[in-house]
């Protein structure tokens, strides 16, 4: 309960800086400089920027224009809010603090990690459902600094594994050259990092040989960078199901909205937030899906 409370306002604050992004990277502004009224422009006081209480307190309107703040920036920090919450109060939920403290920094890395992954895909979500766009600067550096912080836990768990072992005469035997027990182990902790990348380059270019394929029907090199960046993130055989569950999303609400009359079939509807939809499940309840799904065969 603590952690989900704490996860809801740490979720909340992200929002507020996620929506600011996505809304910058779509007007081509830089990403610093203070905050402003997206309609009177006027330069925003910290006492206007708490997430959803300034939006409470001001009743929805602008402190200094007086015009309407659009709903999107609370809905923003609430689902963001939510998502983060439940993200922190499922990675609490059986840890005990008894533990070593590697595995609380190990724990904690994953964290950081999976909330960045959620903050992207919320960006990514709002800038292609507003203009069908998933900007290079923001997917382009979160596929860098993914890849980055994935190599060095990769690396930071290797490295005390070596420790770990060289600190007693029984360890040191499972070392090289004694042993090649420490490569097997090393191998398997770089196993999200492996398969990270190779289904980052899987995802990312299916989409390319779709787009090829349709001759840019449909898709657009965007979605070809997102695909990169949640193969990476997630590895396999997440990816795959984040995949597969975008595709059958995206299929239902397209269906959806021609039975309903609001488009006609082969008009595009935006794949962005399906693949995002289908990553956060994936994220969240991806390992119980697949059990499931495999007990289902036998
Ligand atoms: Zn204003």
Same mark, same amino acid.
């Given at each position: 309960?603590?952690?989900?409370?704490?996860?809801?306002?740490?979720?909340?604050?992200?929002?507020?800086?996620?929506?600011?992004?996505?809304?910058?990277?779509?007007?081509?502004?830089?990403?610093?400089?203070?905050?402003?009224?997206?309609?009177?422009?006027?330069?925003?006081?910290?006492?206007?920027? *708490?997430?959803?209480?300034? $939006?409470?307190?001001?009743?929805?309107?602008?402190?200094?224009?007086?015009?309407?703040?659009?709903?999107?920036?609370?809905?923003?920090?609430?689902?963001?809010?939510?998502?983060?919450?439940?993200?922190?109060?499922?990675? *609490?939920?059986?840890?005990?603090?008894?533990?070593?403290?590697?595995?609380?920094?190990?724990?904690?890395?994953?964290?950081?990690?999976?909330? $960045?992954?959620?903050?992207?895909?919320?960006?990514?979500?709002?800038?292609?459902?507003?203009?069908?766009?998933?900007?290079?600067?923001?997917?382009?550096?979160?596929?860098?600094?993914?890849?980055?912080?994935?190599?060095?836990?990769?690396?930071?768990?290797?490295?005390?594994?070596?420790?770990?072992?060289?600190?007693?005469?029984? %360890?040191?035997?499972?070392?090289?050259?004694?042993?090649?027990?420490?490569?097997?182990?090393?191998?398997?902790?770089?196993?999200?990092?492996?398969?990270?990348?190779?289904?980052?380059?899987?995802?990312?270019? $299916?989409?390319?040989?779709?787009?090829?394929?349709?001759?840019?029907?449909?898709?657009?090199?965007?979605?070809?960078?997102?695909?990169?960046?949640?193969?990476?993130?997630? %590895?396999?055989?997440?990816?795959?199901?984040?995949?597969?569950?975008?595709?059958?999303?995206?299929?239902?609400?397209?269906?959806?909205?021609?039975?309903?009359?609001?488009?006609?079939?082969?008009?595009?509807?935006? $794949?962005?937030?399906?693949?995002?939809?289908?990553?956060?499940?994936?994220?969240?309840?991806?390992?119980?899906?697949?059990?499931?799904?495999?007990?289902?065969?036998?």
């Amino acid at each position: 309960m603590i952690f989900g409370s704490a996860g809801f306002l740490i979720g909340i604050v992200l929002g507020s800086f996620a929506k600011a992004l996505a809304d910058r990277s779509l007007v081509g502004k830089s990403f610093w400089g203070r905050s402003y009224c997206s309609q009177c422009k006027k330069t925003l006081r910290w006492y206007d920027l *708490f997430p959803i209480l300034s $939006f409470v307190f001001l009743q929805g309107k602008c402190r200094y224009c007086k015009k309407k703040i659009p709903l999107e920036y609370p809905i923003t920090e609430v689902i963001l809010g939510i998502l983060i919450a439940y993200l922190f109060a499922q990675t *609490f939920a059986d840890f005990k603090f008894t533990v070593y403290s590697f595995q609380l920094t190990v724990l904690l890395a994953e964290l950081v990690l999976k909330t $960045f992954f959620i903050v992207i895909l919320a960006m990514l979500c709002m800038t292609d459902m507003k203009k069908m766009l998933i900007p290079d600067r923001i997917v382009k550096p979160a596929i860098l600094i993914g890849a980055i912080s994935l190599l060095a836990l990769t690396i930071y768990k290797i490295g005390y594994l070596y420790y770990y072992l060289s600190q007693s005469v029984l %360890g040191r035997l499972l070392l090289p050259p004694h042993s090649d027990y420490f490569q097997r182990h090393a191998l398997v902790i770089a196993e999200p990092l492996i398969y990270g990348v190779l289904m980052g380059l899987a995802i990312g270019g $299916f989409f390319f040989c779709l787009i090829v394929l349709t001759k840019g029907k449909g898709m657009g090199g965007g979605d070809v960078k997102l695909g990169a960046f949640m193969g990476l993130m997630l %590895g396999f055989p997440l990816s795959l199901l984040a995949l597969i569950l975008s595709f059958i999303t995206g299929a239902v609400f397209s269906v959806g909205l021609i039975i309903a009359g609001k488009k006609h079939f082969g008009q595009t509807i935006p $794949f962005g937030p399906f693949l995002v939809l289908g990553s956060l499940i994936a994220l969240f309840w991806g390992s119980q899906i697949i059990d499931w799904y495999l007990k289902l065969g036998s």
